[in-house]
């Protein structure tokens, strides 16, 4: 049996995060009173509390926060090893979440390294997983 | 009018084991009958009971078997206050919870436990592949790591280590040496699971999980149940063995509840530590015996750096070379060997072994000079509890 990952439920707080790939484009909550980015996605500003927060496209663009190698096959035919890092976007420092690098070399994978959204489609979901970014 | 203190009046502990052909409920039942003898107290003294996380249920089954309600039921017990829940200082929220109970004068003496079943029936991400292809949907704040492939707590874990690393050029060679105490420690307590010495070349050439994480950096998942008796000072005071005082205790939680926003390599420790310390006029120095959270290896440095055993980065260096945390040290950590030895009893195996070596009752592994002062510390990461026992 294929490794098949689990998908998020989609409803209206997180829809923009894992679908807007199908414009693609990636979308992350902004709160237009203060300017907040707000991410995980949640339907108010934590800093202002207004509830006007909408998704605003992003460049895409941004850096390893930090990274691991996984090693090891949690489940029956998942493929190993394979990169999964948090990536903090270029836009603010605020927005940082976790993903996976793909067209990798694993073992050159650096805290620092400059990477761009490189969509994965799976089901109804553009899975928001991130690549090194072509200059 | 003195004021109510809350006391650890008995504990109790059930079997450890890998996979023990035994019911949770039957486990909890062991460790809580213990702890009641051990305390001197009947049935009818118990008026409380709270337990952590209550009882779970589908995948999650595992993680926590038995709630409350089952255990009221099979002891016949009457009580005026009972509860379980997960959200609060770690694992620690049960005594917090049954601390506040006492301490309002709700209670007089309450049950607190917790029972694993993780040895023989797994970890709750299991069911993130299920075997027949049904495709699992996510709706809480774990889809922003399911979906992206990071399934286990190491997958998260590991990035704060190597975040770790890269700030303060923390090394594998030292992070080693948690594992290692831990298992030269547990060389001396029957109960535990691996008691096989163990060397940081051993640790150095184990299996890689998740860089910089290997398999011993991590804790073994046991079946266990842990159980303890909390007393308001106000009530019956001739226990069997002389109790210990919960003198401060505290809990918190990241601001952002999400593995990937916290202020890494930061985590919630800091915020905990400093509320406990606010709590009482010890200091770290009047401290004995440290019994501090190794689910995984990292945990326990975040808690050095943050109770103040090291500064912010320095822990890798701290605890190279094993002295500074061994039997020896100023402040032995872990004498029962961490659940990285003994057992993932997932955090109350902590409080057992601080009160066992206050009592001064830690037999092979009793920490020299007399302690009188142990911290205890449960989880880190994004949520988490300590506290400081004293000796009566």
């Known amino acids: 049996m294929a490794y098949k990952r689990p998908l998020p439920v989609l409803n209206d707080d997180n829809r923009h995060f894992w679908t807007s790939g199908a414009e693609g484009m990636l979308k992350i909550l902004r709160c237009p009173d203060c300017g907040h980015w707000q991410h995980p996605p949640q339907p108010c500003c934590s800093v202002c509390l207004s509830r006007k927060v909408a998704p605003q496209p992003v460049s895409g663009k941004g850096r390893v926060w930090s990274f691991t190698i996984n090693v090891r096959a949690w489940f029956p035919d ?39 959204v490189a969509f994965e489609k799976d089901d109804d979901v553009w899975l928001p997983f991130f690549q090194p970014a072509k200059s | 009018m003195a004021s109510l203190d809350v006391l650890i009046s008995g504990i109790g502990q059930s079997a450890i084991g890998r996979k023990l052909d035994r019911t949770g409920l039957s486990l909890t039942i062991d460790a809580v009958l213990e702890a009641m003898a051990d305390a001197g107290l009947k049935k009818s003294d118990i008026d409380g009971i709270v337990t952590f996380p209550g009882r779970l249920t589908g995948s999650m089954y595992s993680f926590s078997p038995v709630g409350c309600h089952e255990l009221i039921q099979a ?65 809480d704040m774990f889809q922003y790591f399911y979906c992206m492939d990071a399934h286990t707590m190491i997958n998260w874990m590991a990035q704060y280590v190597q975040r770790h690393f890269y700030l303060y050029g923390t090394k ?35 299996k890689m999980l998740s860089t910089p994480m290997c398999l011993l950096d991590c804790d073994p998942l046991t079946d266990a149940s842990t159980a303890f008796i909390l007393s308001s000072s106000e009530a019956k005071r001739d226990f069997r063995i002389a109790p210990v005082k919960i003198e401060a205790i505290s809990g918190s939680l990241n601001k952002v509840g999400a593995w990937d926003q916290g202020d890494l390599p930061r985590m919630s420790a800091t915020e905990s530590a400093k509320a406990m310390w606010a709590q009482t006029d010890l200091k770290l120095k009047d401290v004995d015996v440290g019994l501090i959270y190794d689910g995984y290896t990292f945990l326990t440095m975040t808690w050095l750096e943050a109770l103040g055993f090291c500064g912010v980065g320095e822990s890798g260096p701290f605890i190279e070379g094993g002295e500074r945390i061994g039997m020896d040290a100023d402040i032995p950590i872990n004498p029962h060997g961490g659940q990285l030895s003994e057992g993932r009893t997932h955090g109350f195996g902590f409080v057992h072994e601080a009160v066992t070596q206050l009592r001064r009752m830690g037999g092979e592994r009793q920490v020299k000079g007399d302690p009188e002062v142990a911290i205890v510390c449960n989880g880190a990461g994004i949520v988490c509890g300590s506290m400081l026992l004293t000796r009566q």
């Open chain 1, 78 to 116: 998942m493929e190993v090893p394979f990169v999964l890092a948090i990536v903090q976007l270029d836009e603010s420092e605020e927005v940082r979440f976790t993903t996976k690098l793909v067209n990798v070399d694993p073992e050159k994978v650096t805290i620092g390294m400059p990477v761009e």
């Open chain 2, 172 to 206: 594998r060679e030292q992070m080693g040496w948690i594992a290692v105490n831990a298992r030269r420690n547990a060389a001396r307590n029957p109960k535990a699971i691996f008691r096989k010495p163990m060397t940081i070349d051993d640790y150095m050439n184990a």
């Open chain 2, 75 to 139: 002891l016949g017990l009457e009580v005026k206050y009972y509860t379980g829940v997960w959200e609060g200082g770690g694992q620690l929220v049960a005594f917090h919870n049954a601390y506040n109970a006492i301490k309002t004068g709700q209670c007089r003496h309450v049950i607190v436990f917790r029972t694993i079943a993780e040895g023989s029936g797994g970890t709750f991400w299991n069911d993130n592949n299920a075997d027949d292809g049904r495709r699992l949907r996510v709706n």
